[in-house]
């Protein structure tokens, strides 16, 4: 989107261990080298790599995110992670709403929203993501979703400096299947639609990444759609010239 410095995110997910952190090396050093100086990058690590992430990256203009927070500062939610502890480790940002942490661990888009203001609170950027499931976008309810998950998870004081969106859709995570070029950029127009409604002029501005089997092979197609403001990479992460490649389509 015209005037949109682009954002290409990765998420590592439950992978990775400090045997993985030269990956990291390699991504940093290779935006130091001659990638475009315009686009933005972070890549979002489990939280016991956060601190060697952030050390590492601290010198590259690559930055080093969460993969999920609890809404609550501190307290007794034995396991959890709390934004001001990402924050701590030298996190920027964080994901919230991810479709594994609504599938597997019954976030709703109530707790996804209490997740983001968490981020904001402790001065972190939310990635909040939304997306369709198979089921979902085989009965045309594609938009109404989204809709919903935008009102739903997004904070109504948003703003593009707190807050990115990630359309992901559900089907396509972690299993090669992408949308066509015109489904994205109907979900993608659809959602600055709502966001506009929703958040004034505001919305304008707010990063939308794409995200869901986003690789080297189709990453000039996805983001060059309208209203795509940049990638949110899983699998393709992990590897560093597949992650270089990706942001290099840009
Ligand atoms: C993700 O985890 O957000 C994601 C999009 O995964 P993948 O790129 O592996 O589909």
Redesign the pocket.
Known sequence: TLGIRPLIAG?W?MNGTSASLNELRMIGNGFMSGLDADTEALVCVPATLLAHAAEILSRTPVRAGGEDCHPKESGAYTGCISAEMLKDAGASHV?VG???CREQCGDDDATVQAKASAAWRAGLIAIV?IGETKAEREVGATLDILSRQVDGSVPSNATASNTVI?Y?PVW????GLTPTAADVAEAHAHIRERLTEKLGTAAAKIRILY?????PSNAVELLGVKNVDGA??????LKAADFLAIAEAY
């Open positions: 998420n997910k994901i991810h479709s594994e993501c990630a992901e396509a995570i972690g299993t995200g869901g089997s986003v690789k949110l990479v899983g699998g393709a992460s």
